[in-house]
């Protein structure tokens, strides 16, 4: 059971060349330095999908696949049943988009305390699963 969760946003601000994102990346780099973090089947799908975007895809085919199968190598949380349950039940009590309850059931189900992600509301408790915004100034 890893502490924390990353969403995808923690995966894409790791490998930013981007010069305004200099400091997303270091702190990212920090989080996923450490070795009691795990990730989700979405947040990988999610992470390939962004990464090979087009018109500017930061790595082609294959060095995606190379990454995401580094990450595979982390404590991962699969879709499934449970998961879609869980996270439709997280969806109708907090008013999050499905795929926001998706991350934070996927946080859930795998024991983690702590989810990291820029995209949902900072300290918020979701049961067990507080989101930390890792970037959040002040």
């Known amino acids: 059971m890893p502490a924390a969760l990353v969403d995808t946003s923690i995966l894409l601000y790791a490998i930013s060349t981007a010069p305004e994102e200099a400091e997303k ?3 990212a780099r920090e989080i996923l330095a450490g070795t009691d ?3 989700s089947i979405q947040v990988l799908q999610e992470f390939y999908v962004n990464v090979t975007r087009a018109p500017a895809p930061a790595m082609d085919h294959m060095a995606a696949v190379k990454a995401v199968e580094q990450l595979l190598l982390r404590p991962v949380v699969v879709n499934d049943a ?3 349950r869980a996270a439709l039940t997280l969806k109708e009590r907090y008013g999050l988009s499905y795929w926001d309850a998706a991350v934070v059931a996927a946080a859930k189900l795998s024991g983690a305390a702590i989810l990291y992600s820029e995209d949902m509301n900072d ?3 979701y049961g067990g699963v507080r989101v ?3 970037f959040r100034q002040g």
Do not use: S
């Open 123 to 125: 300290g918020q408790d």
């Open 37 to 39: 973090w795990g990730v």
């Open 25 to 27: 990346k270091a702190v």
């Open 132 to 134: 930390v915004n890792p």
């Open 82 to 84: 449970a998961l879609l």
